[in-house]
């Protein structure tokens, strides 16, 4: 069977203009008018065709690079200047102009505020379009790297550690000057401290502000090359990184909103994300659905006292261990004496308000619990059997009940569906595996743009490029 060869001597007729090269429904041309139809001013980026001086990039074009370029993993600023001189679609999106890897890495700099917004304004696209309700919304959150190594985190114990070593590596230097000038002392030279001795000081200086910052900011550790972010552990171990938080809507598992926090956990997100959704639909929802890493009752209850449904179990609800015999579960509670019974009938009573950890504590008399024939079953403490209740163990039970009803459960079973979607795509097809950007600033519009991708992708998926292009264009 003959072979197809090629010849790249070949003379051939290119077409007339670079649109010839782009097929019209090629998804390069749906972003082309999703950054369009955008309203620059609203981002905080002055469109000004008359400025005077030196002329600059179209900022639309310099958007359009950043978000196309990020919905296909280019991120880098070098890699988007060498896109821009070998791939077509990138030629076609910038007209053929080739800006720079500075210029890029400048404008997304300068620009942090705005690329925050502009995950905002395609969410609001989408309720335009129909393609998003925010009638039930889901809570999640993902551990992302930070542009820093955990080596470079500062604890008050390191820091102290460390100005003790260098203090004493200044007198051996300084000691060592000394013995030099008496050494040189009747040849008529002067010894100079040697350049270790500046580097020293330059190190103690910046350790010093590092232990001021975490004894200003009460903070358990701190990175000396971003300060904002923390140390996260995840299934890769732990590193210095960020907590990723998104909103989907239910409909089509569009993200709503998005946000980056220096948190290891989400116990403190829940009201303010579902908040953050709410400012960009316009509306509240009426369910909002997390797992149970959200169980915080302040939170929990912010969220229950706007009248919407809350389905978020708790963490003894998703405990696949049956409770035993003598759990808690067992014990009754007589909420007018404010006191519990035993499966055995023994009484235990409030001992103790615990403010710190939102809670009571229950004792049983510590010679009733001995005597007891299941004494070293149900408690081995010479103090007797302890029992704790929160302060809003009310609220707790209620939204339990709620997450059991069958309706709630069938949101529930939607959550995965719908919330691990966006951080599936986002971190294995666009290989994201840490942020580029430094500060919350930085790594919070950089999670703007990918859940702005993300929500390019679906619609493209759900509409169509042809049908997109035609949506926006009208």
């Known amino acids: 069977m003959a072979y197809r060869y090629g010849d790249r001597r070949q003379k051939m007729l290119f077409p007339q203009s670079i649109d010839e090269y782009i097929p019209a429904d090629a998804p390069v041309r749906a972003y082309d008018v999703f950054i369009e139809s955008l309203d620059f001013e609203q981002l905080g980026i002055p469109i000004e065709p008359q400025k005077v001086g030196c002329p600059q990039y179209d900022p639309k074009v310099m958007l359009k690079l950043l978000v196309y370029g990020y919905s296909y993993g280019v991120r880098s600023s070098r890699k988007l200047e060498r896109e821009t001189h070998y791939n077509l679609s990138f030629i076609w999106l910038t007209g053929g102009i080739q800006p720079d890897h500075k210029t890029i890495a400048e404008f997304r700099r300068r620009h ?3 690329l925050a917004q502009v995950l905002k304004q395609c969410a609001r696209l989408c309720v335009e379009l129909g393609l998003l309700e925010g009638n039930t919304l ?8 930070a542009n820093a190594s955990i080596g470079n985190s500062w604890t008050p114990e390191r820091c102290v550690k460390r100005l003790e070593q260098i203090d004493r590596r200044i007198a051996e230097i300084l000691l060592e000057c000394e013995q030099a000038d008496q050494q040189e002392k009747n040849d008529g030279s002067m010894v100079k401290m040697d350049q270790e001795l500046a580097d020293q000081e330059a ?3 910046k350790v010093l502000g590092l232990l001021k910052g975490l004894n200003a900011e009460g903070r358990a550790s701190i990175n000396a090359t971003d300060p904002e972010c923390t140390k996260i552990h995840g299934r890769q171990g732990s590193h210095a990184g960020y907590n990723v938080q998104t909103v989907v809507d239910e409909k ?6 998005s946000d980056v926090v220096a948190e290891n956990n989400d116990l403190h997100q829940l009201a303010h994300q579902v908040e953050q959704a709410h400012q960009t639909l316009g509306h509240k929802c009426r369910t909002a659905c997390a797992d149970s890493g959200y169980s915080n009752m302040d939170e929990l209850e912010k969220v229950d006292h706007q009248d919407i449904t809350v389905v978020v179990p708790s963490p003894r609800q998703v405990c696949e261990q049956a409770p035993g015999p003598f759990d808690k579960s067992h014990f009754t509670y007589d909420p007018a004496a404010d006191r519990y019974t035993c499966p055995a009938g023994k009484i ?4 103790r308000t615990n403010r710190d950890r939102n809670r009571k504590e229950y004792l049983a008399e510590g010679g009733i619990c001995r005597t007891c024939e299941h004494f070293g079953r149900c408690t081995d403490s010479r103090k007797g059997r ?7 163990e009310d609220l707790r039970e209620k939204l339990e009940r709620q997450y059991a009803q069958p309706d709630s459960q069938r949101i529930y079973a939607l959550r995965k569906q719908k919330v691990e979607l966006p951080f599936g795509h986002i971190k294995h097809n666009l290989k994201v595996g840490g942020f580029l950007l430094r500060g919350l600033e930085g790594v919070r519009a950089e999670m703007s743009i990918l859940s702005s991708c993300f929500n390019m992708a679906r619609l493209i998926s759900l509409v169509g490029v042809s049908g997109l292009m035609a949506t926006l264009a009208g």
């Not at 089509?252 to 909103?257: A, F, N």
């Not at 235990?348 to 001992?351: A, D, G, T």
């Not at 302890?386 to 809003?392: A, D, I, P, Q, Y």
């Open 112 to 114: 942090k505020a705005a």
């Open 138 to 145: 889901f809570v999640d959150g993902s551990k992302v790297r």
């Open 203 to 205: 190190l103690r200086a």
């Open 252 to 257: 089509h598992g569009l993200i709503v909103s």
């Open 348 to 351: 235990l009573i409030c001992r």
């Open 386 to 392: 302890k029992v704790t209740r929160l302060l809003k």
